[in-house]
């Protein structure tokens, strides 16, 4: 296998590599010998990276300043993170995470992901409330494969944990602020101490982030339309600890996005081809429903936390409770262009028929309870606990007759109430100093009850019946696994789990009459691997090998020629490869750090077949047994790369009794697909982004500023395609240049 250039010339830049946990250049100065340890709560206790028997990557909310510099949402994360990548075609809410290559490409609002997001202890499982934006964060954990033996619901292919930064007993803060090309400004901050000494502490942390329109509409005389946004976050929390043994964490958040949907641009690909076309400009566009493109997100959420100590020898008491909400609209110009054949000018290129469509939430409800008790009993380490959830989500569609400067012309909406329980157990013991062995059992039980139904069609069609489905599924996931000590300084492991989905419903009925309903999914996933330091060579390493068989796989067809996204069981999918991490300091003041991944995914399921593109692709695969389909049988997963590749270098220099410092990040992903069927356009061969900061640290790190990039070599690349119309495709953000200032007290 020949690797591409570029991903040659990454790992040549990386002589020395890291673990993702950075600590800062400054910090790194002080560790003579080696580098500093991490702790990770992947198991829901705090434990040395080193020590977990699994695949797990941190992230430190210091590295964070760096990839998130330019107003980044989540999906800053992708292929910064072995074996991760994230996407949206929605906007800078409703993320798409991909880990080993398994994730769902359904856009509809209440997809159904097989990568769970936990924050700060709570599942999120709507999409759009993943989309909440990242501050004031403690630590960010990537788990990697099936994890439901502790973690919330629906995580065969792993876990986002999100861990923001806690109330303190003493008074601290920050506040940071940049400035960057299309007026971006990234604005938050935090003060956090005691309110009542020793008995009441709190937080409260907040971030503003904005960025001017800078694509240009050339349909209308203004300039500049599309792509800015306004977005707006608060977080504020009370720790009451009455004694040594109880603590009460309340967490308060709220969210308000204003901005425009992401921007599909018509026929941006080239026939024949996954280039893109001559004078492609990305900071344009033609479009003629732009105008009332709009999006709008609101959430709010509440959690409390309680923790009982039962003494020495005795377990703690968990209980956590949750409640979220978000509503959300969100419109935008489909088809990419202006016009269409029959109605002419129309443009850029060949426009079929012109499609403006929205989508929105006016009613979502959440509701999460957790109970466990955990402890350590001599060499028995144990948790074991509950866990209920249950949702309530209304989602309306709409269709627009786009020549009719908007007229509504199709709505349907859904109903759907989810319910789901847990008991979960999870067991370790150390059998000797150097031999732990573990495991853990979970017994799920899911409910949802759907409803939808179309009242208006665009076609003219009746509308229909009010249509039902109402899966009703259990099962068992599990792991297990052991860790030795090869030595002082190195550990191997090797895990096997299974894990879980529950049925997924989806009812698009704008553009079609009946439902499609996923049955439940699961994965069988075998790993080992190997986590270690060499403290002579200042470094710490992980490194990992894995294999997954995914029973009765949820797929999406999505778009096709009949713009319908219908769910889908492949008899089974398989995944493997393997992961590495590294972090160096191989002189004073000079951290480097590198990931590297290799995963090889494949559907197998002869008899799956699915309607491709409806926009003039070429398609790639052999024909379906019905006219217009296409087999899929033996194709990647839709956005999973073969090889994820990212390396970091920072390094200071003492300037009196402060330093002068600079860091950068580059991230590589190798091809990817956008659909489950191959074509020769619906593609991207690479993306490489690079990021610079340079800057000045005042002495004690009371302040610093810094000038910083992202996309440094201004990277072009699809980020995904839309099919059922045209050659659509929507792409990367820009080169982003600015300046930030922050401070600590």
Not at 411 to 430: H, I, P, V
Not at 582 to 596: H, M, S, Y
């Amino acid at each position: 296998m020949k690797t591409p250039a570029s991903l040659r010339a990454l790992l040549a830049a990386s002589a020395s590599v890291t673990v993702f946990a950075l600590t800062s250049p400054a910090m790194a100065a002080q560790a003579d010998t080696e580098v500093g340890e991490v702790l990770v709560t992947a198991q829901k206790k705090s434990e040395n990276i080193n020590d977990v028997p699994l695949a797990v990557t941190a992230v430190s909310g210091e590295k964070l300043d760096a990839i998130r510099s330019s107003g980044g949402d989540i999906r800053v994360f992708s292929a910064r993170v072995p074996s991760l990548t994230m996407e949206s075609s929605f906007g800078r809410t409703f993320p798409r995470p991909y880990i080993r290559g398994l994730g769902n490409t359904d856009f509809d609002l209440n997809a159904s992901q097989p990568v769970s997001f936990v924050y700060d202890e709570v599942v999120l499982e709507t999409p759009v409330l993943k989309g909440f934006p990242l501050f004031d964060i403690d630590q960010v954990e990537v788990l990697k494969g099936p994890q439901g033996t502790l973690f919330g619901r629906n995580t065969p292919a792993g876990v986002l944990k999100f861990d923001s930064a806690k109330p303190t007993q003493t008074f601290e803060g920050y506040a940071q602020a940049s400035y960057a090309t299309h007026s971006t400004i990234n604005a938050e901050g935090a003060a956090s101490g005691p309110i009542v000494e020793g008995l009441l502490a709190g937080r409260l942390s907040a971030i503003y982030q904005h960025r001017d329109n800078w694509v240009d509409n050339t349909l209308t005389p203004k300039k500049n339309d599309s792509e800015g946004y306004d977005q707006f976050a608060i977080r504020g929390q009370l720790l009451f600890t009455p004694t040594e043994d109880l603590s009460a964490l309340l967490n308060l958040h709220y969210q308000h996005l204003d901005g425009t949907p992401r921007v599909f641009r018509a026929n941006i690909i080239q026939p024949g081809t996954n280039n893109f076309v001559p004078g492609f400009k990305r900071d344009e566009i033609s479009q003629d429903a732009q105008g009332r493109a709009v999006q709008k997100i609101e959430s709010a959420g509440a959690s409390l936390k309680l923790d009982y100590d039962f003494g020495e020898g005795m377990p703690t008491l968990t209980s956590i409770t949750a409640y979220e909400r978000v509503d959300a609209y969100s419109r935008g110009d489909i088809d990419g262009g202006f016009g269409a054949v029959f109605a002419p000018p129309s443009g850029p290129g060949f426009i079929p028929f012109p499609a403006e469509s929205a989508d929105g939430i006016p009613f979502h409800r959440q509701f999460t309870q957790e109970v466990r008790l955990a402890g350590q009993n001599g060499p028995l380490g144990y948790t074991v606990g509950a866990f209920y959830f249950n949702e309530s989500i209304k989602i309306d569609s709409f269709d627009y007759n786009t020549l009719a400067g908007g007229a509504l012309q199709g709505y349907a909406y859904q109903n759907q109430k989810s319910e789901s329980w847990a008991l979960f157990a999870n067991l370790d013991y150390d059998v000797s100093e150097r031999l732990n062995v573990g495991g853990g059992i979970r017994y799920s039980d899911d409910k949802k009850d759907f409803l939808a139904q179309r009242t208006l069609s665009p076609f003219g069609a009746p509308a229909t019946a009010i249509l039902r489905a109402n899966p009703d599924t259990s099962e068992v996931s599990f792991n297990v696994n052991a860790t030795y000590a090869v030595s002082d300084d190195v550990n191997v492991y090797a895990r096997v789990a299974r894990g879980y989905r529950a049925p997924s419903i989806q009812g698009r009925l704008v553009f079609g009459d009946t439902l499609s309903v996923a049955d439940k999914e699961t994965v069988m996933s075998y790993e080992a691997g190997v986590k270690g330091t060499l403290p002579n060579a200042r470094a710490r390493f992980d490194a990992a090998v894995f294999y997954y068989r995914a029973n009765d796989l949820q797929i999406t067809a999505v778009g096709g020629g009949a713009n319908f996204n219908r769910l889908l069981n492949a008899d089974k999918a398989v995944g493997y490869g393997f992961e590495f991490n590294a972090e160096a300091e191989p002189v004073d003041r000079l951290v480097l750090t590198a990931g590297l991944s290799y995963n090889n995914t494949e559907i197998k399921d002869p008899n799956l077949f699915t309607q491709p593109c409806g926009g003039g692709c070429t398609v790639l695969d052999p024909a379906g047994p019905i006219a217009g389909t296409v087999r899929i049988d033996g194709n990647s997963l839709p956005n999973a790369p073969k090889w994820i590749a990212n390396v970091t270098a920072g390094y200071s220099w003492p300037v009196g009794e402060g330093e002068i410092f600079v860091f950068t990040d580059w991230a590589y992903r190798s091809k990817v697909n956008f659909f489950l069927y191959q074509s020769a356009e619906f593609s991207d061969d690479k993306l490489l982004e690079g990021g610079l900061r340079l800057g000045y640290r005042a002495p004690g790190e009371r302040w610093e500023v810094a000038a910083f990039g992202r996309n440094i070599t201004n990277d072009k690349s699809l980020e995904g395609g839309i099919d059922f119309n045209n050659l659509t495709g929507f792409v990367n953000d820009p080169r982003i240049i600015g300046v930030e200032v922050k401070t600590k007290f």
